[in-house]
């Protein structure tokens, strides 16, 4: 079955602490892994892409198939960086490939 | 960047009338747009991929006649939910695919519909 988890609900930190949110997957082909963010009173937006293997505002992620896991992390976490966050899976390929999302994980950054 | 708007962003209605969700991508095309149903507090669950041209793809347990599904142009996706009940209330959200066959999903601002 194909799946995304996410255990927390609510990851509360204070500013300039680390964070990771924790991601895992279930599916049984070669997965494509999206974090995606929802800031307060904003539409849904794309973070960043495990093939991109790029950091998007300081935000990094890195696939790990052993523990079919994906977190995403940040260093020092700033106040701004509050928001909703989303790992999804893209399932099978073509246009029509469907995204598979987590419940979802609100990040609150403490002063 | 890409830009996809829904209409309207809130409705009220009565139970057993229709309404209709328009959803557009405004400065690209998309041959695939999907719609999401939001709970409060929880995840997005995909509800159906609509093809330009072509008849809806359907996730299992979403009823195609109660949520119609018209694709009828690049720009253009609508929902209409029929008939209906209170237990419809929910946030409802697109998203469309570049023609280009970029990866990217872009998703609408939702549209918050609530049956009294």
Sequence with gaps: ?????QPEKLL???KGAPVELKCNYSYSGSPELFW???????????LLR???????????????????????KKPFAQ????????????????????????TGTLLAVQP | GAVVSQHPSRVICKSGTSVKIEC??????????FWYRQFPKKSLMLMATS??????????GVEKDKFLINHASLT???????????EDSSFYICSARDIRGSYEQYFGPGTRLTVT
């Design chain 2, 76 to 86: 253009l996706s609508t929902l209409t939910v029929t008939s209906a009940h209170p």
């Design chain 1, 12 to 14: 509360s930190v204070f």
């Design chain 2, 24 to 33: 557009r991508s405004l400065d690209f095309q998309a041959t695939t747009m």
């Design chain 1, 1 to 5: 079955a194909q799946r995304v988890t």
């Design chain 2, 51 to 60: 093809n330009e041209g072509s008849k809806a793809t359907y996730e299992q």
């Design chain 1, 50 to 72: 495990h093939i991109s293997r790029e950091s998007i505002k300081g935000f990094t992620a890195d696939l790990n198939k052993g523990e079919t896991s994906f977190h995403l």
């Design chain 1, 36 to 46: 995606y963010v929802q800031y307060s009173r904003q539409r849904l937006q794309l």
């Design chain 1, 79 to 102: 106040e701004e960086d509050s928001a909703m966050y989303y790992c999804a899976l893209q399932a099978g390929g073509g246009a029509t490939n469907k995204l598979i999302f987590g």
